[in-house]
């Protein structure tokens, strides 16, 4: 085949190729850029060559390699132009071999192509351009600094230098003339700066809510801009506190002014369900004001018995003791009502309506519970799970052949002092999870009145998440997007996020069939979960 040369056109693309390739492969690449092997196949294989160039860069092979020496002289020549010199030899051999370089001052020497690519250009120029240590101690003068090396070598050796502020560090003479000056003074500079353009922020944040910042001692003093250090801030009623500017900024304020706020809403709310309650049961409420959910209140039952309670303990459903001393109900009763829910009663004493008994419904799930929560309409607690809750239990209990139950563990107590509940907890392997629903990450109607309650919802999970991991439990968090057939692979997947040693046999786990166990629950009155449940297919697996 006849030898085909390059049109002058497309040397600029080849050109532009061989750069990409020393780019990167420049360590597979051989000195003098010889094409090799690897390189034609690297050519044949990518896509971004120009088809065109590629057929005839594969079909004249020696043709095109014969001109690399062509195209890198083509090369040099530009940088030597570039700097105002000319470049005498008319042959490239290669990036080592040296070629003679004339400078615009006429000076004539012999240099490799690869320091002429890093800068390096006519030693003369260079020696007469060097300066003198007379020279840089009057620019480092004019710079309110000291030069404290006493021998000069020449503009690219480093000296050692001090600023008026006493730092020391050691720089080249070039870079001085350059501008360059103490990194630790710039920086200083730039952290006031920022520092100040911090302060401000703050201050503007603080005016619009009616405050101000009183002291900024951490920031003008501090070497660097921290967001963690503390202002002392004063709101519009003269209270006086410190907080971060990431607090400010996330829209937190006055702690006093929250809190007093905060306190006299849950009383209010506390009150009214309190009334609420106590008119239900034909009761009435003696006390004028309720302190706290933990404060006893005075009350009297429809009999005109009255006693003292905590609003609590109203809301568990503890009610006139003398009442239900008088309505403790018979053994018989109970087990009449048990089993008008296709249950059976597995006690066989019956001491009042307070103390708890056995009970194991028609699905066999056994509970103990307390005679009146089942007169008032209680059941089990297994059945009345919600499908995905359900699921994930037993999900766990397959993997790590344990049984996960319901908890509430003495130490999960909210920011409110209210009991909080695990979804399902092993006491043993200090494990739990919790199958967190839509209403957890965003305004549910059916769940939430107002925005307030889906924050109290959120600040109780991430109270939650914090006194496990303060007790040494790993808490398993499911998220309502994960889809059924996504939960097992997820479980597994967190547990050893967790480095928890997971069973080999959870290879085995029939997910289909815990699926299908999951819906075992029929002709149960549609629960709170049960309806969390029916969100989730709604929007997942539906």
Known sequence: MATIKINPKELHSCQQLMKKYEALFRRKAICGFKFTQFFRQWINDNSFINEDLKRKLLENWDAIENQIPEIRLKELQEIVEYQGGKLHSTEYVNARTKVEVECKKGHIWKVTPNNIKNGRWCPKCAKKEKGSIEDLYELVKNHGGKLRSKIYVNAHTKVEVECKEGHIWETSPNNIKRGKWCKKCANKKNNLRRRLKLIKEIKKMAEQRGGRIRTFTSYLSAEKVNSDAKVEVVCKKGHVWKATPSNLKSGSWCPKCGDREGRFKRRLKMNKEAQIIIMLRGGKLHSTEIVDAHTKLEVECKEGHIWKVTPNNIKKG??????????????????????????????????NARTKVEVECKEGHIWEAIPDSIKRGTWCPECNLGRHERLCRLIFESIFDKQFQKSRPTWLLNDWENQMELDGYNQELKLAFEYQGRQHYELVPYFHKSIEELERMKANDKKKLYLCEKNGVTLIIIPYTIRSREMLDYIIKMCKEKYLNIPKNSAQIDLDQLINKSYLVEGNPESWSDLQSRIDDYFFDG
């Open 318 to 351: 503890n009610w006139c003791a003398k009442c239900a001393h008088v309505e403790k109900g018979t053994i018989e009763e109970l087990q009449e009502l048990i089993r008008e829910r296709g249950g059976k009663l597995r006690s066989t004493e019956y001491v």
